[in-house]
């Protein structure tokens, strides 16, 4: 009977977690998040989005799309990163080498600002 349990397949229930803290490192380190770097962290996070913005949008224009699709894409690869990355250290934005290079790329693929540009460019912002 023993041999039968240790030959069972593990449940999804048991798989997981170990899912969960292999590919969502902040949900290992989040339940033991000191209280006292919370202020440090939230201004820190503040002086970020406030040097963030301004480049996002001037990176945008720089790309040919709009200005709230940089902040769009900015705040996402944030967000994205704080969730899924590894390092405690970290400062995910665009870049104006991404943004002209998309923008000679996607231009003349595209027939003006369309949707379809939008699409294209995003992932390069």
């Known amino acids: 009977m023993s041999q039968d349990k240790a030959q069972r397949p593990p449940t999804l229930s048991e798989v997981l977690p170990g899912l969960a803290a292999r590919y969502v490192p902040i949900s290992r380190w989040l339940p033991g998040y000191p209280k006292a770097w919370f202020r440090p962290d939230l201004t820190a ?11 996002a949008l001037a990176y945008a224009g720089l790309a040919g799309v709009p ?8 705040f996402t690869a944030m967000a994205a990163y704080a969730v899924f990355g590894t390092s405690r250290h970290l400062k995910v934005t665009v870049s104006s080498t991404m943004a002209v290079m998309s923008a000679s790329v996607e231009k003349p693929a595209s027939f003006g600002s369309c949707p379809t540009t939008i699409v294209i460019a995003s992932p390069f912002m």
């Open 45 to 55: 996070a503040v002086t970020s989005w406030g040097v963030m913005v301004p480049v």
């Open 67 to 74: 200005p709230e699709l940089g902040l769009v894409t900015a």
